[in-house]
């Protein structure tokens, strides 16, 4: 069965830390795993990784994609108050006609 | 922002009754799908459409139908709502191709919260 495990669940941090969140997967077929930020309401797409040890970056966030070992980080450096929602990690497995299957979260809580 | 709507974004309803909640996109995406995300669970398919009138199941299906009869429109019915459906709904839609698309990225509503008491 395919499934994506996010760690921590939840993490409370102060303002200016760096955080890492992990998502390993075990999936048929992998094609691609995507980062999405989850606030009140809809996730909205942070990154695409498709490529083993390629990083993406994104102003203070950046992950990067580990194939052989099956898992995949997202970094945030200089934390902000602003970043405290749930992150959700999302695996593209082939046959699966277009579907993602998703992990459970991380909830980030960023104190000031 | 992706042109995605979700009506409603809130109900309450009772135990037994029909349920439908729509989603509407303006981008001609031909992917739309229906997700429940729930505590502990995170976001599951409930269904999906890959064209007008081709759908298919997700994870968590029973208990739910779908219809899509034009491009912008994917309607969801609770066909006799119980309360494990009490959830939030989200519709996604996707420019990926069918059959192997290597750039899956899902556009999400603002979600409907649903309650059956």
């Known amino acids: 069965e395919d499934k994506v495990v996010q760690s921590p669940l939840s993490l409370v941090v102060h303002e200016g830390d760096t955080v890492t969140l992990n998502c390993s997967y075990e999936v048929t077929n992998f094609r691609s795993l995507l980062w999405y930020k989850q606030e009140k309401k809809a996730p909205t797409f942070l990154f695409m990784l498709?490529?083993?040890?390629i990083e993406k970056k994104s102003g203070r966030l950046s992950s990067i994609l580990d194939k052989k070992e099956l898992f995949s980080i997202l970094n945030i450096t200089a934390t902000q108050t602003g970043d405290s929602a749930v992150y959700l990690c999302?695996?593209?497995?082939?046959?699966?006609?277009?579907?993602?299957?998703f992990g459970k979260g991380t909830k980030l809580s960023v104190k000031p | 922002d992706a042109g995605i709507t979700q009506s409603p974004r809130h109900k309450v309803t009772e135990t037994g009754t029909p349920v439908t909640l729509r989603c509407h996109q303006t981008?001609?995406?031909?992917?739309m799908y229906w997700y429940r995300q729930d505590p502990g669970h995170g976001l599951r398919l409930i269904h999906y459409?890959?064209?007008?009138?081709?759908?298919d199941k997700g994870e968590v299906s029973d208990g739910y139908s779908v219809s899509r009869s034009k491009t912008e429109d994917f309607l969801l019915t609770l066909e006799s709502a119980t309360s494990s459906q009490t959830s939030v709904y989200f519709c996604?839609?996707?420019?990926?191709?069918?059959?192997?698309?290597?750039?899956?990225?899902?556009?999400f509503g603002s979600g409907t919260q649903l309650s059956v008491l």
């Open positions: 996604a839609i996707s420019d990926g191709n069918y059959r192997g698309s290597s750039n899956e990225k899902l556009f």
């Open positions: 498709t490529s083993s040890g």
């Open positions: 999302a695996v593209e497995a082939g046959g699966s006609q277009g579907n993602l299957i």
């Open positions: 459409s890959y064209g007008v009138k081709d759908t």
């Open positions: 981008e001609n995406h031909r992917y």
